[in-house]
T-cell receptor, first 115, second 114 residues
Framework: DAGVIQSPRHEVTEMGQEVTLRCKPISGHDYLFWYRQTMMRGLELLIYFNNNVPIDDSGMPEDRFSAKMPNASFSTLKIQPSEPRDSAVYFCASSPYPTFGETQYFGPGTRLLVL | AQSVTQPDIHITVSEGASLELRCNYS??????LFWYVQSPGQGLQLLLK??????LVQGIKGFEAEFKRSQSSFNLRKPSVHWSDAAEYFC????????????FGSGTRLLVRP
């Protein structure tokens, strides 16, 4: 398997623009997670899905952020409008159906810079 | 609420020396514990995990960790560090319920002297 795939790997945009980050989970994994990593706040869970349904979005910072999972093989994280403080590395991770101790597999991340 | 503390922001060791990275957690019951490694520009890779059984857990790349309930610790160790081990290491705790939330520590950056 190719692992979790994220695109783009790097994104530079201007404040106010819409940004869409994409993720393809590992085939057969029923759970998908979006994380944000910054120097100030470390790794934070933004939202996660089970079988394409959002389960917990309590980590989404504000209404400018939205995430969708239209099918089992694709998810997006959208920021509209983007702001400089959104600059971070965004990771997608996936995990198989839960049994105790199952691992999350991380993608390489998307490094976002908002000018 | 669960939390994870990694008290060392940076650690520098010489190649061939032993390594111990500290991790303390706060959780009301026995947690699931993980160590991940992040190389520059890369995603996180799982080194090892603990959720029950033997408190000494072996992982990949020669790493091991020991769960000590009395100290609420899950320290990562390696007997002989290689230059390729230079990376950032994250300890994480997950809840023992149906939630899949991982709570990460702030990370420890390992530098290896030649």
């Amino acid at each position: 398997d190719a692992g979790v795939i994220q695109s783009p790997r790097h994104e530079v945009t201007e404040m106010g623009q819409e940004v869409t980050l994409r993720c393809k989970p590992i085939s057969g994994h029923d759970y998908l997670f979006w994380y944000r990593q910054t120097m100030m706040r470390g790794l934070e869970l933004l939202i996660y899905f089970n079988n394409n349904v959002p389960i917990d979005d309590s980590g989404m910072p504000e209404d400018r952020f939205s995430a969708k999972m239209p099918n089992a093989s694709f998810s997006t994280l959208k920021i509209q409008p983007s702001e400089p403080r959104d600059s971070a590395v965004y990771f997608c991770a996936s995990s198989p159906y839960p049994t105790f101790g199952e691992t999350q597999y991380f993608g390489p991340g998307t490094r976002l810079l908002v000018l | 609420a669960q939390s994870v503390t990694q008290p060392d922001i940076h650690i520098t060791v010489s190649e061939g020396a032993s390594l111990e990275l500290r991790c303390n957690y706060s959780y009301g019951a026995t947690p699931y514990l993980f160590w991940y490694v992040q190389s520059p520009g890369q995603g996180l890779q799982l080194l090892l995990k603990y959720f029950s059984g033997d408190t000494l857990v072996q992982g990949i790349k020669g790493f091991e960790a020991e769960f000590k309930r009395s100290q609420s610790s899950f320290n990562l160790r390696k007997p002989s560090v290689h230059w390729s081990d230079a990376a950032e290491y994250f300890c994480a705790v997950a809840r023992m319920d149906s939630s899949y939330k991982l709570i990460f520590g702030s990370g420890t950056r390992l530098l290896v002297r030649p």
